[in-house]
């Protein structure tokens, strides 16, 4: 079996530790469920914390954790309007990375219920 050549992802080339480490917690920051969930929430447009804990069938405390983190690492914008606080998508460029990720995987699923067939 081929094991097929990968190149080089070319934006990582000559990064020093430092900024290895940012991408690393950037990419733990999205290995959560509840994470992920709250983004696609976020797809169509912001919401409060209130909603997007009863969407999430989760918690405000906990929902506000998952976003505190979420706009650490910013992927997420927050902005106070009255007693509420709203939450949007910092930068849209997080779909076409969470799209990459999916596609990968059906292709993966694809590939092994084939290999049973």
Do not use: W
């Not at 998952?66 to 009255?82: F, I, Q, S, T, Y």
């Amino acid at each position: 079996m081929r094991i097929p050549t990968i190149k080089a992802c070319k934006a990582m080339e000559g990064l020093s530790d430092q900024a290895l480490e940012q991408v690393a917690h950037y990419f733990q920051a999205l290995a959560e469920p509840n994470r992920l969930r709250i983004l696609n929430l976020l797809r169509e447009r912001e919401h409060n914390v209130g909603e997007i804990a009863q969407l999430c069938g989760s918690t405000t405390a906990n929902i506000s954790r998952h976003l505190a983190l979420l706009a650490k690492n910013g992927m997420v914008v927050r902005e106070g309007r009255g007693t509420s606080v709203y939450y949007r998508i910092a930068d849209a460029n997080i779909y076409a990375l969470c799209d990459l990720v999916c596609g990968s995987i059906a292709r993966r699923f694809e590939a092994q219920a084939s290999a049973f067939e």
